[in-house]
């Protein structure tokens, strides 16, 4: 065996007899070998565990079509390695292999990399065309991995069918003992736990000519400390390769105020009014942006002459004055978009049908040349004119349907909901993301501070926050149903457990780039403490877009006052929503939960009793409950922005300590916790 130190020369060629080039850092480890001319992986190495996994396989996997129309099926099997090649250069450390074969209709490279001391490591496969081919699918992956499982419990892939959307897309898979975590750096991949190994692929359906090349998206694996901590593994990756840092979004958003009669004059005097009532009044820190919602389009134009999304005359077309309201308010302006023309932009898909633009009853394909090209153009100005935040509301669908480019369909036949479809409507939400990412990337180019929120018809995979900020959290309507606030709570906070909970369907995505549509106060009249201890138990969710849903000119002093000291504790406790999380049973049910978050010497935690009966509840405060690794020695000041939350409580606790809390009927509790060694 080759060790990685004795490999120090740039481009040194290595042996193609049965020899093997070890890639690693003092995380992680990879054996890549070339045995009998094929390529293949032999060990992974978790060196934080010390611990050695033999693999092997068939390596990766690519499928295709050449000029027969017969789909073929290639592994590293098929090939012979030409060249295996090692570099090292500027904190990159990476391996090359070159793969061929006589009778076959491509080559292939490939490249796996590592970049610093990182606890992860990526490959990618580039296909060169030796004659005209349409590649079908690629496993970046496909190896042997004992203990390897999914995580992600749900596989709901329906057309039709209210808050039944739950695609077992862009989800990674966890492997015992070896406590590594895999998948490809795509939203739409599907990455499986197959028999004693994984497969980390996704479908596509793109033409080759002879000559071209195409390189996949990277697959990429990594390691914990211990295989339960796995999920905060994955999550600290996805943190560090984020598109943007993980910040705090504070904003307003015009809907709750006047639906799709908003205009400019009306969105100015609310931008006014929030900024004098939070900022200048309270002190609170100004929003990062104001945003006008569904109904500055205009339908009525044709917008295959005009440009997709023009401005109707309730604007100006450049929105002048609603960008000098919210410079203003020392803010910036969002804007509501539909990429799939959904909503409000509905009225315009007609003229853009009769034109031959591609559409799929009832909206716009996300694949359609003609328009996307069109929304990209459009969605790339408007982020370099200067808007900041885009929610893009109406993806591939929304709650209660999606659509879907299949063969022999319109878009969102109740039909489309048989499995047999689904092969079909995943190549088209693979090749529908890539054409987003595109668009995504250019309006990075054009506005490096932008925020963008995928909404509606969207779907929850951690790889999306690569190219944008935050996600809706699917299956769950606007407005949280519910007599009262402990029945909005708990609308809301049953779809978090059904998405978070091991017991249900474990979606492995970080709350804190969640968008739930709230809080919302659209009356005055309740009292204060119950709008107060919603409001904290609304933002102890830990999501770091708080998007606020006014009827601004309704509420009260109190009102703002509750909401002012409200957003300033959001301020405060902010940096713990990088690991925030949901603890307790099913509010359904009306068991007691809340949630909590930790990072370095402080934390919070929030509580709510449901039920119409008093409980007691208990929790651990060690690093299951998510207090970080290395804090054992820590004792912590027990406090609470609100008053008497601490009735019963000790002044002080220490790691591993249990902690009771006494909880009347609907009760919110929201404790703080700061360390002292």
Same mark, same amino acid.
């Given at each position: ?17 049965? &020899?093997?080039?070890?890639?690693? !850092? ?14 293949g992986t032999k060990l992974l190495g978790n060196r934080i565990l010390g611990v050695d996994t033999k693999s092997g396989g068939d390596e990766f996997a690519i499928s295709l079509t050449d000029g027969s129309g017969k789909e073929r099926r290639l592994t590293a099997g098929d090939f012979e390695v030409e060249s295996l090649v090692s570099s090292k250069a500027e904190g990159r450390k990476e391996v090359l292999a ?22 992860? *490591? ?58 590594? @975590? @895999?998948?490809? /750096? ?89 900024? &004098? ?7 609170? %820190? ?16 044709? #917008? ?7 401005? !109707? ?22 804007? #509501? ?14 003229? =853009?049908?009769?034109?031959? @633009? /591609?559409?799929?009853?009832? #909206? *716009? ?6 328009? *996307? ?5 459009? *969605? ?19 709650? !209660? ?15 489309? $909901?048989?499995?047999? %479809? ?6 088209? +939400? ?6 987003? =990412? ?8 054009? $506005? ?7 909404? $509606? ?54 709350? %804190?780039?969640?968008? $739930? ?20 138990? !609304? ?23 509750? +909401?002012? /000291?409200?957003?300033?504790?959001? /301020? ?9 999380? =949901? %603890? ?6 009306? &068991? ?9 010497e402080s934390g919070y935690l929030s509580v709510h009793n449901p039920s119409d009966k008093p409980q007691t509840y208990s929790v651990v405060l060690d690093r299951g409950f998510g207090l970080p690794a290395g804090t054992k020695d820590f004792g912590y000041r027990v406090t609470s922005p609100l008053a008497g939350d601490t009735d019963g409580l000790p002044e002080a606790v220490r790691y591993g300590d249990a902690l009771s809390i006494k909880l009347p009927a609907k009760a919110v509790r929201v404790i703080e916790f700061t360390a002292a060694k």
């Open positions: 065996m080759v060790g990685w130190a004795l490999l120090v020369t740039a481009c040194a060629p290595v042996a193609l007899g049965d &020899e093997a080039v070890v890639l690693g !850092n003092r995380f992680l480890s990879r054996e890549v070998v070339v045995t009998d001319g094929t390529l070159k793969l061929s074969g006589s009778d076959l209709p491509v080559d292939l490279q490939v490249r796996y990399w590592l970049e610093g001391e990182k606890p992860w *490591m990526r490959k990618e496969i580039s296909i060169h065309a030796k004659e005209d081919v349409v590649v079908r699918e690629i496993a970046v992956e496909e190896i042997r991995l004992p203990g390897a499982f999914e995580p992600y419990h749900a596989d709901e892939f329906t057309a039709r069918g209210p808050s039944k959307w739950r695609p077992p897309l862009g989800q990674p898979v966890y492997a015992e003992p070896s406590a590594t @975590w @895999w998948g490809v /750096e795509f939203p739409a991949a599907r990455n499986t736990s197959e028999g004693a190994g994984i497969k980390c692929r996704y479908l596509t359906d793109r033409p080759l000519v002879k000559g071209q090349v195409l390189k996949s998206h990277p697959a990429v694996w990594g390691v914990a400390d211990r295989a339960d901590f796995l999920k905060d593994a994955f999550f600290d990756y996805i943190d560090a390769t984020r598109a943007r840092p993980l910040r705090l979004q504070t904003q307003y958003n015009s809907w709750f105020d006047y639906s799709r009669g908003v205009d400019a004059k009306k969105f100015a005097a609310s931008v006014a009014k929030v900024h &004098e009532e939070l900022v200048i009044d309270r002190g609170v %820190h100004p929003l990062r942006a104001y945003v006008i919602d569904d109904g500055w389009q205009d339908t009525g134009a044709d #917008w295959t002459k005009s440009g997709v999304w023009p401005v !109707n005359g309730k604007f100006d077309k450049d929105f002048a004055r609603s960008f000098a309201a919210t410079r203003a308010a020392d803010s910036r302006l969002g804007l #509501w978009l539909s990429p799939g023309c959904l909503f409000g932009a509905q009225g315009a898909i007609g003229k =853009m049908r009769e034109a031959g @633009w /591609e559409s799929l009853d009832p #909206w *716009m394909s996300m694949t359609g040349e003609d328009y *996307m090209k069109a929304l990209e153009e459009r *969605m790339v100005a408007l982020a370099g004119d200067g808007v900041s935040y885009f929610k893009l509301d109406g993806v591939f669908g929304h709650l !209660n349907q999606r659509t879907f480019k299949v063969e022999g369909f319109k878009g969102s036949e109740p039909e489309l $909901n048989d499995k047999k %479809h689904d092969e079909a409507k995943e190549r088209y +939400l693979s090749l529908g993301s890539e054409r987003l =990412m595109a668009i995504f990337a250019k309006m990075a180019e054009a $506005n490096p501070d932008v925020y963008i929120v995928i909404s $509606n018809g969207a779907f929850l995979s951690s790889w999306w926050l690569q190219h944008i900020d935050a996600v809706w959290m699917i299956n769950a309507g606007d407005a949280a149903g519910g007599a009262d606030r402990t029945g909005e709570l708990v609308y809301r906070d049953a779809r978090y457990y059904q998405l978070a909970s091991a017991e249900r369907d474990n979606t492995q995505f970080p709350l %804190h780039s969640i968008f $739930n549509h709230e809080p919302k106060k659209t009356s005055t009249g309740e009292e204060p403490d119950v709008f107060r201890r919603y409001l904290y138990m !609304n933002l102890s969710r830990g999501t770091g877009f708080v998007e606020l849903y006014l009827k601004t000119f309704q509420l009260s002093e109190s009102d703002w006052e509750v +909401l002012a /000291e409200a957003m300033k504790w959001v /301020e405060e406790v902010f940096p713990n929503f990088e690991r925030s999380r =949901m %603890h307790g049973g099913d509010p359904a049910k009306g &068991e007691a939960y809340g949630y909590t978050g930790w990072v370095g």
